[in-house]
């Protein structure tokens, strides 16, 4: 029998960074997930040396993957909205090897925990285009046609009003305009609707804080595309991480 394959998976949020290994092959967390709180500021000398301590922590030498909340083009940062501004245009993939030894493959986060989605969760087996949406500080997006990623999409980012939608449809929104789930709910619908115009999906799938209420919403969306709660809320960062190191060396 062939040794299971056991990647370091790590979620870098803006408010906290999460870390497990992850059995690949099966999809599930092969320990207990590590959560340190995001330095303040989050700049990537202070944020690389939380990960290099958890690396530490996890007694651990082999491929990482990261999660990263940001534009990521070839490893390296694109944006940075909810994160220290220092990212843009960083390495990611080389400074954390530099600091730690260790080889990084990094993406996207929503990227990430789409790709937990489409290989072991509610997309698994999906045709067609599945959208996957995390709904927490800010709005993240993966799109996959036929089970492959098209990175980058940075839906939360599409103009609305003044503004960006994930300035009115983020958990973050909903918490500080006081938003009931219905009203918060009918918003996020209309921002379903306009997805769907632009990208006719097969299936939409919600994930992070606020899919975790999908029952209180679910009712005031009118979207005809399927829309299905996140199989792993909690965990799609850390392991759509790994899987994405996986994926990288594959
Ligand atoms: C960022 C995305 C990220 C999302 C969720 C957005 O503000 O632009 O890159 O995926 O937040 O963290």
């Known amino acids: ?124 087996g999906e045709m067609g285009i599945v959208i996957v949406l995390t709904i927490g500080t800010g709005i993240g997006s993966g799109m996959f046609l036929d089970g492959t990623l098209i990175p980058n999409t940075e839906f939360g980012h599409l103009f609305y009003k003044e503004s960006v939608y994930e300035h009115y449809v983020s958990n973050s929104a909903r918490k500080k305009n006081d938003l009931s789930w219905d009203s918060w709910g009918k918003r996020f619908n209309k921002y379903l609707i306009h997805l769907e115009k632009l990208f006719s999906p097969d299936m939409f799938v919600l994930g992070g804080g606020a899919s975790k209420k999908f029952d209180q919403f679910k009712h005031v969306l009118t979207v005809d595309t399927k829309v299905v709660p996140a199989a792993y809320q909690n965990d799609a960062g850390v392991l759509g991480a790994a899987l994405y190191a996986e994926s990288r060396l594959s």
């Open 1 to 124: 029998m062939s040794k299971e394959q056991v990647f370091l998976g790590v979620d870098v949020g803006g408010t906290g960074i999460k870390a497990a290994l992850i059995n690949t092959k099966k999809g599930i967390l092969a320990t207990d997930k590590y959560r340190v709180l995001t330095p303040n500021p989050s700049t990537p000398e202070a944020v690389a040396k939380v990960i290099s301590r958890m690396i530490k922590r996890f007694e651990y030498r082999g491929p990482v993957g990261v999660g990263f909340p940001a534009i990521i083009h070839h490893g390296v940062a694109k944006s940075a909205a909810n994160i220290d501004k220092k990212w843009i245009n960083t390495n990611i993939e080389k400074l954390l090897k530099e600091v730690t030894g260790n080889p990084f493959y990094v993406a996207n986060d929503a990227d990430v925990a789409g790709l937990a989605e489409v290989r072991f969760g509610k997309a698994k």
